[in-house]
């Protein structure tokens, strides 16, 4: 299974795009890059996956580059109630996946 | 739809009693996972069940003992407790063990004293 890594924390204002970055380089080929996300004193959520170029959704874009070396979560004009801690992880397609969550991304919005 | 239900949501203990956490859902999902989430740390992984019947350990699983009831059901036991278990407890399920999206319980905030 990939190891992700991703930054600690992140900040930013409300109506601001943010981006967060992560980091696999070591994925396999069967792998599939999932996001959660979880609000304070919540479980966490699932949000997007992709295996290569972009999705889209309601709630976010994901990016990932042809290498799928690294992978970017984009949240479009975040509000106040985007603050939360953002969960890059990688999944091996079939088989046996236990989802397996590190530190996140701490993301705050401010006014 | 409640979806994965725990209880309860809080609980304070003290240190040697023991206690059962509940978890059940109603999705009608095989997998069923335990996790704990420390304060700045992210969420280990406890003990999970693959389907009914069936338990394995995860990362963490020293202190604790599972239980898969049935299908819905899967509770997490702390037969002597110790200030080191006070952690938040989140459960989680599947419809299989290689499927993308889990869904989580509100957890269960527990303090030992």
């Known amino acids: 299974l990939a190891k992700t890594t991703q930054p600690i924390s992140m900040d930013s204002y409300e109506g601001q795009e943010v981006n967060i970055t992560c980091s696999h380089n070591?994925?396999?080929?069967?792998?599939?890059i999932t996001w959660y996300q979880q609000f304070p004193s919540q479980g966490p959520r699932f949000i997007i996956q992709g295996y290569k170029t972009k999705v889209t959704n309601e709630v976010a874009s994901l990016f990932i580059p042809a290498d799928r070396k690294s992978s970017t979560l984009s949240l479009p004009r975040v509000s106040l109630s985007d603050t939360a801690v953002y969960y890059c992880?990688?999944?091996?397609?079939?088989?046996?996946?236990?989802?397996?969550f590190g530190r996140g991304t701490s993301l705050i919005v401010h006014p | 739809n409640a979806g994965v239900t725990q209880t309860p949501k809080f609980q304070v203990l003290k240190t040697g009693q023991s206690m059962t956490l509940q978890c059940a859902q109603d999705?009608?999902?095989?997998?069923m996972y335990w996790y704990r989430q420390d304060p700045g740390m992210g969420l280990r992984l406890i003990y999970y069940s693959a389907s009914e019947g069936t338990t394995d350990k995860g990362e963490v699983p020293n202190g604790y003992n599972v239980s898969r009831l049935n299908k819905r059901e899967f509770s997490l036991r702390l037969e002597s407790a110790a200030p080191s278990q006070t952690s938040v407890y989140f459960c989680?399920?599947?419809?299989?063990?290689?499927?993308?999206?889990?869904?989580f319980g509100q957890g269960t905030r527990l303090t030992v004293v």
């Open positions: 989680a399920s599947s419809e299989s063990q290689g499927d993308t999206e889990a869904f």
């Open positions: 999705m009608n999902h095989n997998s």
């Open positions: 070591n994925i396999a080929t069967n792998d599939y």
């Open positions: 992880l990688a999944r091996a397609s079939g088989g046996s996946y236990i989802p397996t």
